[in-house]
């Protein structure tokens, strides 16, 4: 009898969880297929307009995401003092998360701007430089929108409203491909830019779905109560200084995470067409199907982050808990999905036997990595929620650089180890790195959570 009001307490957790986390995935997914619509649409141009696209994806997708993991620090903040009813706190707090946002974003478009050296240290073709440069900073005039587009979305899912961010994805993705149309090919009196118009269309973009969430949190009656437009104010020094002491080792573990993956992509280069190409093939299926264990992450850290804001360190225990054991559920589903369809997964993407064959032996790494992969992305995003994030930085770049990336290189590139068993042993690093990182961040979570209720414990006593 006594499992039953437990069982029933897990139920309802989990469809809070996938309530929030729905949505989150949806506009994930339309982020994610923006970036495919530019490729395939810069592709039928040239392949010289293609390389360009991808080169300057190189460049500014790492560059987004340090800056979207800075802003991240807003969805905690918020998250707790929406749970502690403290709703006249969070106006104050958005607004100068903007001014930050803003700030980060002005730099982030700065630093893309003038990446011309960096294409150089890249060695590449030089007939490429010009057009990759003229990419990246048509993007780079949508980045402080977009940044700022990213703290309405913070404060939005730290309020538990997470559709909102869904519909303007959506809407930005379907904006996308008629931008491009026009940029791309030259309509409407424009002049065909090719591969660079993508850049154009998409900064556009950024802007036009800061203005749609800009006006559907000034709309909207859940948002009324934080009052964020009741008044202006002047970026102040302290309350910004705090929001970056979290946000920014954010920011650099998700950029170690996501770099990660593309060293490996240069390091296997070498080792023929056909071995790149069915890596980028194991590697694209599991970023798209790690959408899901990322956006039961965000939940995740919007729902400790409640708990904890109400006073309530358990239940914020219990949330973490219920949420780390849904995405090893998950990860049972998509790796025996993995080991069953190894061969058949790469068929949708090439009818080259050899390039099969290669996307085939890497999946049952891929298989064996969903585990530690659910773990490490579910326990970072708890401990966002607790709002502990230097040491899962110091944890993630230790694990990722210090334990993946020199184990994957001594055994796929290197003799050290046996004979190099290339792009396998890279692959067995990330098993290795990623393995470490669940571990290490897993303790963390534990004591976290202890922390918070053993200090929740004593100022009852005190009272």
């Not at 986390?21 to 994930?28: E, H, L, N, T």
């Not at 008044?231 to 020094?237: A, D, G, T």
């Not at 579910?378 to 944890?395: E, I, P």
């Amino acid at each position: 009898m006594p499992t039953q009001p437990r069982l029933g307490r897990v139920l309802s957790e989990l469809r809070t969880l996938f309530a929030l986390a729905f949505p989150i995935m949806i506009a994930q997914l339309a982020h994610t297929a923006m970036g495919f619509v530019d490729t395939v649409m810069a592709g039928r141009v040239s392949a010289s307009d293609l390389a360009a696209v991808a080169l300057g994806n190189s460049l500014w997708v790492p560059m987004f995401l340090l800056m979207t993991g800075t802003i991240l620090a807003t969805t905690p903040n918020v998250a707790q003092r929406f749970g502690a009813n403290q709703q006249e706190q969070i106006g104050p707090l958005v607004r100068q998360a903007m001014w930050m946002g803003l700030g980060v974003g002005a730099l982030c478009a700065v630093a893309l701007w003038n990446a011309g050296p960096i294409l150089g240290l890249m060695q590449v073709d030089p007939a490429l430089i010009d057009p990759s440069i003229a990419y990246l900073r048509a993007v780079a005039c949508g980045f402080p929108a977009v940044a700022l587009y990213q703290v309405l979305r913070c404060f939005s899912d730290g309020i538990g409203r997470t559709l909102p961010a869904m519909k303007i994805g959506i809407f930005g993705l379907l904006l996308n491909i008629p931008l491009n149309y026009i940029f791309i090919y030259g309509k409407l009196g424009l002049p065909a830019m090719g591969g660079v118009g993508c850049g154009w269309a998409t900064a556009i973009v950024m802007c036009c779905m800061f203005l749609g969430m800009l006006f559907h949190v000034s709309r909207e009656e859940h948002y009324r109560a934080s009052a964020l437009f009741l008044r202006f104010e002047w970026p102040r020094r302290e309350p910004i200084a705090r929001l970056l002491s979290v946000g920014v080792p954010i920011g650099v573990a998700v950029f170690a995470e996501a770099s990660i993956f593309s060293v490996i992509a240069l390091l296997i280069g070498g080792l023929g067409a056909e071995v790149v190409a069915g890596h980028q093939i194991a590697l694209n299926f599991t970023s798209l199907i790690f959408m899901i264990p990322l956006s039961l992450g965000i939940a995740i850290t919007v729902r400790v982050g409640q708990s904890l804001g109400r006073g309530a360190p358990r239940d914020a225990r219990f949330v973490a808990g219920v949420g780390i054991g849904a995405a090893l559920i998950y990860a049972c589903f998509s790796a025996s999905s993995m080991l069953l369809l190894n061969e058949q997964i790469p068929r949708f993407y090439t009818a080259d036997p050899a390039v099969i064959a290669v996307a085939a032996s890497l999946f049952y790494y891929a298989a064996l990595f969903q585990f530690s992969d659910v773990v490490q992305v579910t326990a970072a995003s708890a401990l966002r929620g607790y709002q502990d994030t230097r040491m899962t930085m110091v944890f993630t770049l230790f694990a990722y650089w210090g334990i993946g990336l020199p184990i994957g290189y001594l055994l796929g590139l290197t003799d050290w180890m046996g004979e190099p068993s290339g792009p396998k042993g890279l692959w067995q690093g990330l098993i290795a790195g990623l393995s470490c990182a669940a571990i290490l961040l897993g303790i963390r979570l534990a004591r976290s959570a202890r922390r918070e209720i053993h200090r929740a414990r004593r100022a009852r006593v005190e009272d």
